[in-house]
Protein backbone atom coordinates (compact mmCIF):
# COMPACT_ATOMS: atom_id res chain seq x y z
CA UNK A 1 0.00 0.00 0.00
CA UNK A 2 1.33 3.15 -1.00
CA UNK A 3 0.40 6.42 0.41
CA UNK A 4 1.29 10.33 -0.12
CA UNK A 5 1.18 12.25 3.18
CA UNK A 6 1.35 16.34 2.76
CA UNK A 7 2.13 18.78 5.16
CA UNK A 8 2.31 22.77 5.40
CA UNK A 9 -0.61 24.35 4.12
CA UNK A 10 -1.87 27.14 6.30
CA UNK A 11 -3.10 30.62 5.82
CA UNK A 12 -0.58 33.30 4.82
CA UNK A 13 -0.69 37.20 3.96
CA UNK A 14 -0.34 38.33 0.24
CA UNK A 15 3.42 38.65 -0.27
CA UNK A 16 4.13 35.54 2.33
CA UNK A 17 5.56 32.50 1.77
CA UNK A 18 4.84 28.45 2.54
CA UNK A 19 6.53 25.13 1.96
CA UNK A 20 4.77 22.40 0.77
CA UNK A 21 6.00 18.91 1.48
CA UNK A 22 4.61 15.40 0.39
CA UNK A 23 6.35 12.31 1.67
CA UNK A 24 5.45 8.91 -0.21
CA UNK A 25 6.04 5.29 1.83
CA UNK A 26 4.77 2.01 1.64
CA UNK A 27 6.49 -0.69 -0.77
CA UNK A 28 8.21 1.58 -3.64
CA UNK A 29 9.87 0.24 -6.44
CA UNK A 30 10.06 3.15 -8.47
CA UNK A 31 8.90 6.86 -8.81
CA UNK A 32 8.70 8.50 -11.88
CA UNK A 33 7.15 11.97 -12.15
CA UNK A 34 6.21 13.98 -8.65
CA UNK A 35 4.05 17.00 -8.44
CA UNK A 36 1.47 19.41 -7.55
CA UNK A 37 -1.92 19.90 -8.29
CA UNK A 38 -4.62 22.58 -6.89
CA UNK A 39 -7.95 23.30 -6.83
CA UNK A 40 -9.52 26.23 -6.19
CA UNK A 41 -13.63 26.36 -5.36
CA UNK A 42 -15.72 26.28 -8.80
CA UNK A 43 -12.63 25.74 -10.71
CA UNK A 44 -10.67 22.34 -12.14
CA UNK A 45 -7.73 21.11 -11.00
CA UNK A 46 -4.61 22.06 -12.77
CA UNK A 47 -1.25 21.18 -12.62
CA UNK A 48 0.93 23.79 -10.76
CA UNK A 49 4.70 22.48 -10.86
CA UNK A 50 5.78 18.95 -11.81
CA UNK A 51 9.23 17.04 -11.79
CA UNK A 52 10.90 14.16 -13.59
CA UNK A 53 12.77 11.57 -11.41
CA UNK A 54 15.90 13.23 -13.62
CA UNK A 55 14.92 16.40 -12.40
CA UNK A 56 13.64 18.28 -15.29
CA UNK A 57 10.93 20.50 -14.09
CA UNK A 58 7.48 22.29 -15.34
CA UNK A 59 5.85 25.09 -13.93
CA UNK A 60 1.91 26.74 -14.41
CA UNK A 61 2.37 29.76 -16.48
CA UNK A 62 1.34 32.33 -12.81
CA UNK A 63 3.71 30.39 -10.73
CA UNK A 64 7.15 30.83 -12.71
CA UNK A 65 9.77 32.89 -10.62
CA UNK A 66 7.52 32.59 -7.55
CA UNK A 67 7.34 28.64 -7.02
CA UNK A 68 9.79 26.38 -6.92
CA UNK A 69 9.11 22.11 -6.88
CA UNK A 70 12.51 19.93 -5.42
CA UNK A 71 12.49 16.34 -4.76
CA UNK A 72 14.45 14.01 -2.23
CA UNK A 73 14.38 10.90 -3.85
CA UNK A 74 16.47 9.08 -0.89
CA UNK A 75 13.31 10.01 1.23
CA UNK A 76 10.75 9.93 -1.38
CA UNK A 77 9.78 13.21 -0.58
CA UNK A 78 8.65 16.52 -2.81
CA UNK A 79 8.63 19.82 -2.16
CA UNK A 80 6.99 23.14 -3.29
CA UNK A 81 8.30 26.13 -1.99
CA UNK A 82 5.71 29.13 -2.53
CA UNK A 83 6.86 32.64 -2.21
CA UNK A 84 5.10 36.02 -3.32
CA UNK A 85 1.94 34.46 -2.56
CA UNK A 86 -0.86 35.93 -3.91
CA UNK A 87 -4.86 35.37 -3.07
CA UNK A 88 -5.34 33.77 -6.61
CA UNK A 89 -3.29 31.01 -5.16
CA UNK A 90 -5.57 29.94 -2.79
CA UNK A 91 -6.77 26.59 -3.22
CA UNK A 92 -6.64 23.05 -2.08
CA UNK A 93 -2.81 21.97 -2.94
CA UNK A 94 -3.01 18.36 -4.08
CA UNK A 95 0.40 15.87 -4.14
CA UNK A 96 0.71 13.54 -7.05
CA UNK A 97 2.63 10.79 -7.74
CA UNK A 98 3.64 7.87 -10.17
CA UNK A 99 4.74 4.90 -8.03
CA UNK A 100 5.32 1.44 -9.33
CA UNK A 101 3.90 2.39 -12.28
CA UNK A 102 0.40 3.40 -10.75
CA UNK A 103 -0.75 7.20 -10.22
CA UNK A 104 -1.10 8.35 -6.39
CA UNK A 105 -2.89 10.86 -4.56
CA UNK A 106 -2.64 13.37 -1.35
CA UNK A 107 -5.04 14.02 0.67
CA UNK A 108 -4.67 17.63 0.03
CA UNK A 109 -4.04 20.44 1.96
CA UNK A 110 -5.82 24.16 2.17
CA UNK A 111 -3.62 27.06 1.15
CA UNK A 112 -5.16 30.47 1.97
CA UNK A 113 -3.58 33.67 0.89
CA UNK A 114 -5.69 36.84 2.62
CA UNK A 115 -4.98 39.57 4.75
Known amino acids: QVQLVESGGGLVQPGGSLRLSCAASGSIFSIGVMGWFRQAPGKERELVAG???????NYLDSVKGRFTISRDNAKNTVYLQMNSLKPEDTAVYYC?????????WGQGTQVTVSS
Open 96 to 104: NAYINRNDY
Open 51 to 57: MAAGGRT
